[in-house]
C-alpha cells in the first residue's frame, strides 16, 4: 500500500471520528433571563437579606448551587451564563455539574468541572451570555435509562468578586442554595454545608444544552401561566411539565421540551425596559432572538401569551395581535419549517388580581381570541380557554382555583396544579408533531 493511500485511509478515520465526535446538542432546560435582580415575582421566597445583602452589589464572593430538571438525558452537557441585564462584567469560576442527590447535596462523584474555552474562568460582558466546553456525564451510561427520568442537575458556580446587577428568573418554583457572601468557590462538594441559604429563583444561568443525537426542541413559551404561576413548588407540574411527560410517553426522546415562560410578560411591551425594568421581562418581541431562536434544534413553538397585555399594559387588541403576527413572521424567517401554535388565553373573569377581573379585559381576551382562532397563521390553536373555564360562570373552574404552594382561594387567574394538568392534557400530540402516537 502506498504512503498516499496510507495517508488518504488515516484522514477518512480522523474525519469519521471527528464526525461521530462532535456534539448534536438540544436545549434539555431554559429559564428565560428576564432582568435585573429583585425585579421579578417569585414564588415562596425565603429571606435573603443574609445570603444578598444588597441588589447593587449583587453576588460577592460567593458560589451559587442551582437545581435544574433536565427533560432529556445525554453523554455530555453544556452550560450558558447570562449577564443580560448586568451593567458590569461578570467573573466566573468554579464551575461544576453534578447529579443531585437530595438539596444541596449531590450523588457522590458525580459532580464534573466546568470550562469556558478549555479555561476553568470566563468573564461575560454586559448584556452578553457564555457557553461553556462539553462536559462530560458519566453517570448517564444509557441517556434512555428510566431512572434518570425526571432526576436533577445541581450547577454550581463562583462569582469571583462582585457582580453587580444580577440578571436572573424570578419564578423558578424550584429550591436551590447559596453559600454565603465572602465565602469563596465551594462548587466542587458534594455536601450541603457550604450551602446555607435557599432561593426559589434561577441566577445567571438560563440554558442547560444535552447532546443528543436525533432529539428536537420544542419551547412553551408565555407568561406566568407558563412559567407556572400557583402550581406546587418543587412539584414540577406547570403545564409544560405535564405536557412534557406525556410527549416521553408517546414519543420516548424524540422531543425535548423546555420552558420560556415569564411572570408577567407582555407580547408587545414595555417599550422602555432597559430604563424601567418591570417584573414581566422584556416583550415576547424582544427576547424571541435569546429566548427561542438561539435555541439549538427548535422544531416547535408552543405559544401562550396576551393577557398581561390588557390587564397590566392597557393595550389596544389590534396592538396585541399585530406584535403576535411579527412573532410568527420573524420566527418563520429565520427558523422555516418551524411548527407553531398558539393557545387561547384562559379566562380571568373576576380575578382579584389587579384589574384583569374588569369586564373589558375579558372583552378583549375573547376579541383576542377570535383572532387565534380565525388567523390562519399558525400550524394549529390549543384550546386552553375551554379546558379551564366553568362554562356556567366564565370563571376559572372553581377545582383549579386554589393556590397549590401558598393556600388560599387563589386569585381567578392563575390555574393550580390540577388546571395546569388540563390545560397539559387538552393538547393533540397527534396535531403538534404530525405523527400518530
Known sequence: MSTRTTAAIAFCLLMSTAAQAAPSWVASWTASAQGPYPVGNPTAQPELKFALPSPEAGAVDQTFRLIVRPDVWGRAARIRLSNAFGTKPVTFDGAHVGLQNTGAVLVAGSNRSVTFAGQSQVTVA??????????????????????????????????????????????????????????????????????????????????????????????????????????????????????????????????????????????SGPSDYAQNPFAGGVSALDRLERDVLSLPAISTVLFLDGINDFGNGGYEVSKVTDGLRSFVTRLRAQKPGVRIFVGLLTTSVNSTNGGYGAPAIEKKRLEYNDFIRSAGIFDGVIDFDSATRDAATGELKAAFQPNSTTGGAGDRLHPNRAGYAAMGNVIDLSAVFGIAK
Open 126 to 267: 454586559p448584556g452578553q451570555s457564555a457557553v461553556s466546553d462539553p462536559i462530560a456525564l458519566p453517570f448517564v451510561t444509557d441517556p434512555s435509562d428510566p431512572m434518570l427520568a425526571n432526576r436533577k442537575l445541581a450547577v454550581s458556580f463562583h462569582v469571583a468578586g462582585e457582580s453587580g446587577k444580577m440578571t436572573w428568573h424570578a419564578k423558578a418554583l424550584t429550591t436551590s442554595y447559596l453559600s454565603g457572601p465572602h465565602t469563596g468557590s465551594v462548587g466542587g462538594s458534594d455536601n450541603e454545608t457550604a450551602f446555607p441559604y435557599s432561593t426559589t429563583s434561577w441566577y445567571f444561568l438560563d440554558e442547560v444544552d444535552m447532546d443528543a443525537p436525533g432529539t428536537q426542541t420544542v419551547v412553551a413559551f408565555g407568561d406566568s401561566i407558563t412559567d407556572g404561576t400557583a402550581s406546587t413548588l418543587n412539584g414540577d407540574d406547570r403545564w409544560p411539565d405535564v405536557f412534557s411527560r406525556r410527549v416521553h410517553a408517546a414519543y420516548g426522546s424524540r422531543y425535548s421540551v423546555v420552558n420560556e415562560g415569564i411572570g408577567g410578560n407582555m407580547v
